[in-house]
């Protein structure tokens, strides 16, 4: 069946929304005194975010009727993927509502930095989801995906045009905020802990599981009151406003687990990497999208998980093959293990924070379009397929107002003891640029003799060699060498601590104002 194009007009664009007025919305401005010269700013700025809230409304309400639209497409759909594709497609608009939702709610808040850094996020996260739905409709047969792609196009267009004014809001004096107080810049303690940290919430992520109480216990001989995870998730409570934690016992548990928006602040405690196992085996060479590929996912706020193995065993032979997608924002992953081969993790969208982890992979093994920092970890480079070259990083950053991208800090890449006797048949790299404005950053970080000198490779020979932002800074061991870096406008060997700032946890990420209270050890700036 052939379903008509949908109208252009019925999608309302933003330049049209320049001429409309919303006398129920307005922007107050900051409280505190504000000098003459900067109220024509301030003006500006509400003139400004009338408008985005204008915007904001009219998409939410876009978005929901594309949503509903899709489940007319699923009858329509010729083969699995292209049905994962749809299923995809209706729970990434989902994610963008919500995320456009929570903008607006905060859009009076935006004289404040902390606002501006939420709303900027999900602003991204809302940019992003379109391309991912479009994504798995690469390689079937149907019109179903040109049909949606007309009307996603628009949403999209929309979004970056609220980020990108959003963006511009920056421009004004921000209002002073009240200072947290982090003794130590979020220094971890000797027990690997902020000294500051309350001990309520110390104890969830440092003491050991036996001397903890749990919300609930999932266990493989029936010590637990739930056998498995996902029946572990389904029964805690929606929209948790405190942290619900949940011991998954040891045992491999093979099982593919997906935390829902819905599920917040879920914290999961396993009794170790290796111990505890979260296995699967799904690949796109069984016709899955890559999005569906994850066995383990979560969308829901404020996600913490300790002491866990997400596993994909699919092997190098079957592509694309998901350990851990990710979606929930100001998540933190503490002692974990991620193990797959192409496409491990999926750092997919929204903040994310990973310390004293280890990340297996092959190629593009950290990929997607999240801002992550990984601190303390080790990422292991495998032995890929002949012929095959290794990339660790592959980000996604499409537009260049989106404040996202990879930061490794203070961490190690080294090759597994089977790429390690044959690395040089096997050229290892950073990174390659996903999207035209991949932003990846390797700080105080050692790399291996595996990695090439060149450093940075290109994708597919997309000339994205002066849009993306590829950085170095202070590192170490024979692959750190920049003598030979590719010679690309958009890399850059970062010369001082000033420049390099940028990208710490406390600023990248805003981690001060979120991390103290996921129990997770950080350092915010630098700690040499």
Request: aromatic content about 10%; overall charge neutral; glycine content about 8%.
């Amino acid at each position: 069946m052939a379903w008509p194009p949908p109208s252009r007009s019925r999608l309302l664009p933003l330049a049209l929304l320049l001429f409309i007025s919303l006398p129920q919305y307005s922007s107050a401005a900051p409280s505190s005194a504000v000098d003459p010269a900067s109220r024509n700013e301030y003006d500006r700025v509400d003139g400004s975010l009338a408008v985005i809230g204008i915007a904001m409304n009219a998409t939410i309400g876009k978005v929901h009727t594309a949503i509903n639209s899709m489940y007319g497409f699923m009858p329509l759909s010729v083969d699995q993927r292209e049905q994962n594709a749809v299923r995809d497609c209706i729970e990434l608009l989902d994610l963008s509502a919500q995320e456009l939702t929570w903008s607006l709610s905060k859009l009076n808040e935006l004289h404040s930095s902390s606002s501006s850094s939420d709303v900027v996020s999900w602003l991204s996260a809302a940019f992003g989801n379109q391309d991912t739905c479009l994504e798995g409709f690469a390689g079937t047969r149907s019109q179903v995906g040109d049909y949606i792609k007309v009307h996603l196009d628009q949403i999209t267009q929309v979004v970056g045009s609220m980020l990108a004014m959003v963006r511009n809001v920056h421009t004004l004096p921000i209002e002073p905020e009240t200072p947290v107080d982090i003794p130590g810049d979020g220094i971890a303690d000797a027990d690997g802990f902020p000294d500051w940290f309350q001990d309520d919430d110390r104890q969830i992520l440092h003491r050991h599981p036996r001397r903890l109480r749990f919300d609930a216990v999932v266990a493989m001989d029936d010590s637990g009151n739930h056998s498995s995870i996902m029946e572990a998730i389904n029964a805690a409570p929606d929209h948790s406003a405190r942290k619900y934690v949940i011991h998954v016992k040891r045992g491999v548990y093979r099982e593919y687990v997906q935390i829902k928006k819905k599920k917040t602040n879920i914290v999961l405690i396993g009794e170790g990497v290796g111990v505890t196992v979260i296995s699967g085996d799904r690949s796109f060479a069984q016709g899955f999208t890559t999005f569906r590929t994850a066995t383990f996912a979560v969308s829901g706020l404020g996600f913490i998980a300790r002491d866990i193995t997400f596993r994909n065993t699919a092997g190098p032979q079957n592509g694309q093959a998901v350990a851990l997608r990710v979606d929930s924002d100001r998540s933190a992953f503490f002692r974990c293990s991620i193990e797959g081969y192409q496409d491990t993790l999926y750092s997919h969208s929204l903040r994310q924070f990973y310390r004293d982890c280890s990340i297996y992979g092959t190629v593009d093994f950290i990929f997607g379009n999240g801002a992550a920092v990984f601190q303390n970890c080790n990422i292991y480079a495998r032995k890929p397929l002949p012929n095959q070259k290794i990339s660790i990083t592959a980000q996604g950053r499409k537009d260049a107002n989106q404040n996202t991208g990879f930061v490794i800090q203070k961490s190690g890449l080294f090759p597994t003891s089977d790429l390690a006797r044959v690395s040089s048949a096997y050229p290892a790299y950073l990174g390659r640029p996903w999207k035209p404005y991949a932003r990846t950053v390797f700080m105080q970080t050692y790399m291996g003799n595996h990695i090439r000198p060149e450093g940075w490779l290109e994708w597919l020979g997309h000339p994205y060699d002066s849009s993306v932002y590829y950085a170095e800074y202070e590192n170490s061991g024979p692959g750190s060498n920049l003598r030979g870096r590719v010679k690309w406008p958009g890399f850059h060997a970062i010369g001082s601590e000033v420049q390099a700032r940028a990208f710490t946890v406390g600023t990248f990420l805003d981690g001060r104002s979120w991390l103290p209270h996921t129990g997770v050890p950080f350092t915010a700036g630098f700690n040499k």
